[in-house]
């Protein structure tokens, strides 16, 4: 009986957690796995109706994916080096632009509030709105960013293009950084307001100049915050699909042919599910492979700085 | 203790196990449904009115009118455009979806290929008045040759050559262009103070497609062998999307900004006055929208070499449009066959293709004064004597993407100011072909 007592009281919380856990699988899991199942298999058209008839590939999908001397294998490699320089830009602009914009508003002056409310706009407008109003600001012929650059400033020769060729990339750099920078602002703000202010007090009667306080105290108190927060911004950015989508659409311009896109254009709107699934799992492996990285090396370095 | 750790992780497997096998039923193969449920069917309209409401109005009264010649009640859901594929496809996958539905004319051979479809036979056929009803290349894309159509036509629609009067007029131009040669040359005529001969969206690739498969026609060339495999390099192939570029790299009566566009950006060029002349399909509703009287605009056939429009090389238009289709696994078969007779009848036909701006597949049904205003006059011509179906093999998604893109990245090649040379299309089109090989 006592026995029973103990595993009953030891069961409880497994029990208590069991419909969590049913629907964690069920929303989470489940795909996933379905996910990894498909990659193995040629699932094409054919056999969508019956999918569970799809004859088994084996690795068949990964070899087409990896195979960097064939058209497909190439141009998957391709997009995942645009895809990674893309992100590393993409996640310094939104920290850099971000940081700074908290500190800077961190100083008590009217208008602040005002302020901080319309920096999040970008974050808090709809991606579809937003993207493609910036589609249309990006239009060579009658966009505004031309009708700027080119026929107010004359910094430019010729109308550029900017949805075409390699100026996409930049285009796209701009768009996604206005887009996700707010939500850098908003979690930096937020650690800010939990500095002690006595730091800064005690820092002032040392003699230490708005510099060094930022370098001393701001940036190491914000050290955990931001583990999170780039780590966040770029699995946010890596994956982003709606914003090179409703910019550019099915077809990206090379320079700016990120992997979502690219394997959507891949599975999805060529039907070949197998081959997009086995894409995904490899972009899941890398994401994996980085995160656990990331986590090892960064909190290494704190328990240093705390010990 | 030891137990109590392996619990949660059997669960856990029990759980997934149970979920994986739980979706993966799929539907059961050469299902050929059923009559279980005989009074009610459900039936998913694409979006063909200017927004889901609209097309709710037009067809809530005619299901009314179905209802009371048949007590059949049918549930309507009137699917976005961006959703149809994916709820179809989703529908495929789980085996429970409508039993009634419309598909683009262009799937209709990969969504044969998935058997979700039922096959239009004779004996289909015959319970809703027979195939010799429906215009001949209407019924064309339907399906791969050779096979039971998987779905049968509803709303044709063409392509035809819009032209801005007034610019014609000022530029000196007496006759719309019949044949490519004078186009060309009414559009260098009309080219020049930032106005431009003709529009093009460079950017969206279905159309990008239809105009080279088209010009491929006329140059005698298909985009696939007999065996349906890719034949993109062929010279035929390559002269034609070369032909299609160089109306923006060597005869300039494109804008280069075209190169970019994608959301239909060219219809606002031409009802604003700022190119003469756009090939589309169906476009007077748009040109309203945008401001353009009636009166401003002329129409007619898309131009092809000898001036007058016919079968083979004298192809002058894809035939696109909506086909309607019985899910397999329906639970109502004699009603969704009677349901799609309702649609394919005569009244019904004249109607709703007049609401929608259509041509009516089924021909009884052409004889309307609404299919012969100057602009649906071109049309149906075109439907009944020079358009082609696009290539109708399970590919045909892949085509589009592949090749599409390739003639997308041209346009930008020719925008930029580099060359586009016959080489240079014959590789782009060579790296689309290799990204279809499986």
Same mark, same amino acid.
């Given at each position: 009986?006592?026995?029973?007592?103990?595993?009953r009281?030891?069961?409880?919380?497994?029990?208590?957690?069991?419909?969590?856990?049913?629907?964690?699988?069920?929303?989470?899991?489940?795909?996933?796995?379905?996910?990894?199942?498909?990659?193995?298999?040629?699932?094409?058209?054919?056999?969508?109706?019956?999918?569970?008839?799809?004859?088994?590939?084996?690795?068949?999908?990964?070899?087409?994916?990896? =195979?960097?001397?064939?058209?497909?294998?190439?141009?998957?490699?391709?997009?995942?080096?645009?895809?990674?320089?893309?992100?590393?830009?993409? #996640?310094?602009?939104?920290?850099?632009?971000?940081?700074?914009?908290?500190?800077?508003l961190?100083?008590?002056?009217?208008?602040?509030?005002?302020? /901080?409310?319309?920096?999040?706009?970008?974050?808090?407008?709809?991606?579809?709105?937003?993207?493609?109003?910036?589609?249309?600001?990006?239009?060579?012929?009658?966009?505004?960013?031309?009708?700027?650059?080119? =026929?107010?400033?004359?910094?430019?020769?010729?109308?550029?293009?900017?949805?075409?060729?390699?100026?996409?990339?930049?285009?796209?750099?701009?768009?996604? #950084?206005?887009?996700?920078?707010?939500?850098?602002?908003?979690?930096?703000?937020?650690?800010?307001q939990?500095?002690?202010? =006595?730091?800064?007090?005690?820092?002032?009667? =040392?003699?230490?100049?708005?510099? /060094?306080?930022?370098?001393?105290?701001?940036?190491?108190?914000?050290?955990?915050?931001?583990?999170v927060?780039?780590?966040?911004?770029?699995?946010?950015?890596?994956?982003?699909?709606?914003?090179?989508?409703?910019?550019?659409?099915?077809?990206?311009?090379?320079?700016?042919?990120?992997?979502?896109?690219?394997?959507?254009?891949?599975?999805?709107?060529?039907?070949?599910?197998?081959?997009?699934?086995?894409?995904?799992?490899?972009?899941?492996?890398?994401?994996?492979?980085?995160?656990?990285?990331?986590?090892?090396?960064t909190?290494?370095?704190?328990?240093?700085?705390?010990? | 203790?030891?137990?109590?750790r392996?619990a949660?992780?059997?669960a856990?497997?029990?759980?997934?196990?149970?979920?994986?096998?739980?979706?993966?039923?799929?539907?059961?193969?050469?299902?050929?449904?059923?009559?279980?449920?005989?009074?009610?069917?459900?039936?998913?309209?694409?979006?063909?009115?200017?927004?889901?409401?609209?097309?709710?109005?037009?067809?809530?009264p005619?299901?009314?009118?179905?209802?009371?010649?048949?007590?059949? +009640?049918?549930?309507?859901?009137?699917?976005?455009?961006?959703?149809?594929?994916?709820?179809i496809?989703?529908?495929?996958?789980?085996?429970?979806?409508?039993d009634?539905?419309?598909?683009?004319?262009?799937?209709?051979?990969?969504?044969?290929?998935?058997?979700?479809?039922?096959?239009?036979?004779?004996?289909?056929?015959?319970?809703?008045?027979?195939?010799?009803?429906?215009?001949?290349?209407?019924?064309?894309?339907?399906?791969?040759?050779?096979?039971?159509?998987?779905?049968?036509?509803?709303?044709?629609?063409?392509?035809?050559?819009?032209?801005?009067?007034?610019?014609?007029?000022?530029?000196?131009?007496?006759?719309?262009?019949?044949?490519?040669?004078?186009?060309?040359?009414? &559009?260098?005529?009309?080219?020049?103070?930032? +106005?431009?001969?003709?529009?093009?969206?460079?950017?969206?690739?279905?159309?990008?497609?239809?105009?080279?498969?088209?010009?491929?026609?006329?140059?005698?060339?298909?985009?696939?062998?007999?065996? &349906?495999?890719?034949?993109?390099?062929?010279?035929?192939?390559?002269?034609a999307?070369?032909?299609?570029?160089?109306?923006?790299?060597?005869?300039?009566?494109?804008?280069?900004?075209?190169?970019?566009?994608?959301?239909?950006?060219?219809?606002r060029?031409?009802?604003?006055?700022?190119?003469?002349?756009?090939l589309?399909?169906?476009?007077?509703?748009?040109?309203?929208?945008?401001? $353009? +009287?009636?009166?401003?605009?002329?129409?007619?056939?898309?131009?092809?070499?000898? &001036?007058?429009?016919?079968?083979?090389?004298?192809?002058n238009?894809?035939?696109?449009?909506?086909?309607?289709?019985?899910?397999?696994?329906t639970?109502?078969l004699?009603?969704a066959?009677?349901?799609? +007779?309702?649609?394919?009848?005569d009244?019904?036909?004249?109607?709703?293709?007049?609401t929608?701006?259509?041509?009516?597949?089924?021909?009884?049904?052409?004889?309307?004064?609404?299919?012969?205003?100057?602009?649906?006059?071109?049309?149906?011509?075109?439907?009944t004597?020079?358009?082609?179906?696009?290539?109708?093999?399970?590919?045909?998604?892949?085509?589009?993407?592949?090749?599409?893109?390739?003639?997308?990245?041209?346009?930008?090649?020719?925008?930029?100011?580099?060359?586009?040379?016959?080489?240079?299309?014959?590789?782009?089109?060579?790296?689309?072909?290799?990204? $279809?090989?499986?």
């Amino acid at each position: 009986m006592v026995r029973f007592a103990r595993l009953r009281r030891a069961g409880l919380p497994y029990l208590l957690l069991l419909p969590a856990l049913v629907v964690e699988v069920l929303v989470h899991l489940v795909p996933m796995v379905i996910g990894v199942v498909m990659s193995f298999r040629e699932l094409t058209q054919f056999f969508l109706g019956n999918w569970g008839a799809a004859p088994w590939k084996g690795l068949g999908n990964y070899r087409v994916a990896v =195979d960097l001397n064939a058209p497909v294998g190439a141009a998957l490699l391709h997009s995942f080096w645009v895809t990674c320089v893309f992100s590393v830009l993409a #996640v310094g602009f939104c920290w850099l632009l971000g940081t700074a914009a908290a500190v800077f508003l961190q100083e008590n002056f009217r208008g602040r509030g005002l302020l /901080r409310a319309v920096f999040l706009v970008p974050y808090a407008l709809p991606v579809y709105a937003a993207v493609i109003t910036w589609a249309f600001l990006f239009q060579r012929d009658s966009g505004l960013v031309n009708h700027v650059l080119h =026929d107010q400033l004359h910094l430019t020769g010729d109308r550029p293009f900017w949805l075409l060729g390699d100026n996409s990339f930049v285009a796209l750099l701009v768009v996604a #950084v206005w887009k996700t920078w707010p939500f850098a602002f908003l979690v930096v703000m937020a650690a800010l307001q939990n500095i002690p202010k =006595d730091l800064y007090e005690a820092a002032a009667l =040392d003699g230490a100049g708005m510099l /060094r306080q930022l370098w001393r105290i701001t940036l190491p108190s914000l050290r955990p915050v931001n583990q999170v927060l780039v780590l966040v911004l770029f699995l946010w950015t890596f994956n982003d699909f709606n914003t090179p989508y409703v910019l550019f659409g099915k077809a990206a311009p090379e320079a700016a042919d990120l992997l979502s896109v690219h394997i959507y254009q891949s599975s999805f709107a060529t039907w070949n599910f197998g081959t997009g699934s086995a894409m995904s799992v490899l972009l899941l492996l890398f994401l994996l492979v980085v995160t656990a990285g990331y986590l090892l090396v960064t909190s290494r370095g704190r328990k240093y700085a705390d010990g | 203790m030891r137990i109590l750790r392996v619990a949660p992780v059997s669960a856990l497997v029990a759980v997934l196990a149970a979920a994986v096998s739980g979706c993966g039923g799929g539907s059961s193969p050469g299902g050929g449904g059923s009559n279980d449920s005989p009074t009610t069917l459900t039936y998913w309209a694409s979006n063909q009115g200017p927004n889901v409401e609209a097309d709710k109005k037009v067809l809530g009264p005619e299901l009314k009118k179905f209802e009371r010649q048949t007590g059949i +009640k049918v549930k309507l859901e009137v699917i976005p455009w961006p959703d149809l594929l994916n709820r179809i496809l989703a529908a495929t996958t789980s085996g429970q979806g409508p039993d009634v539905l419309n598909i683009g004319n262009t799937w209709s051979a990969s969504l044969q290929a998935t058997g979700a479809l039922l096959p239009w036979d004779e004996k289909n056929f015959a319970a809703i008045g027979g195939r010799d009803r429906f215009a001949a290349p209407a019924l064309a894309a339907t399906g791969a040759a050779g096979k039971d159509p998987a779905a049968v036509p509803l709303y044709s629609l063409t392509y035809a050559l819009y032209y801005n009067k007034r610019m014609f007029q000022d530029a000196g131009i007496s006759k719309p262009p019949a044949t490519w040669g004078e186009l060309v040359a009414a &559009g260098k005529k009309v080219s020049k103070d930032g +106005k431009w001969g003709l529009g093009a969206e460079g950017g969206q690739l279905a159309n990008n497609i239809h105009q080279a498969f088209v010009l491929g026609k006329q140059h005698g060339a298909d985009f696939f062998d007999a065996a &349906g495999k890719p034949a993109f390099t062929s010279d035929g192939a390559v002269a034609a999307v070369k032909q299609y570029v160089d109306f923006m790299a060597k005869d300039r009566i494109i804008a280069p900004g075209n190169a970019e566009y994608g959301q239909n950006q060219s219809l606002r060029d031409f009802a604003t006055g700022r190119t003469a002349m756009v090939l589309w399909q169906a476009a007077a509703t748009t040109f309203a929208a945008d401001g $353009m +009287k009636p009166s401003d605009w002329g129409v007619v056939p898309v131009p092809v070499p000898s &001036g007058r429009p016919g079968a083979g090389r004298q192809t002058n238009s894809m035939l696109a449009g909506i086909n309607v289709a019985v899910f397999r696994n329906t639970h109502n078969l004699n009603g969704a066959r009677k349901f799609v +007779k309702f649609l394919t009848s005569d009244a019904e036909q004249r109607l709703l293709n007049k609401t929608y701006g259509a041509i009516p597949p089924v021909k009884a049904a052409q004889r309307d004064p609404a299919f012969d205003r100057q602009d649906t006059r071109v049309l149906r011509r075109t439907l009944t004597r020079s358009a082609a179906p696009l290539p109708q093999i399970p590919d045909e998604a892949q085509f589009e993407t592949s090749v599409g893109t390739a003639i997308k990245d041209l346009f930008a090649d020719a925008a930029a100011g580099h060359p586009v040379t016959t080489a240079s299309v014959r590789a782009r089109l060579a790296r689309a072909a290799q990204q $279809m090989a499986k």
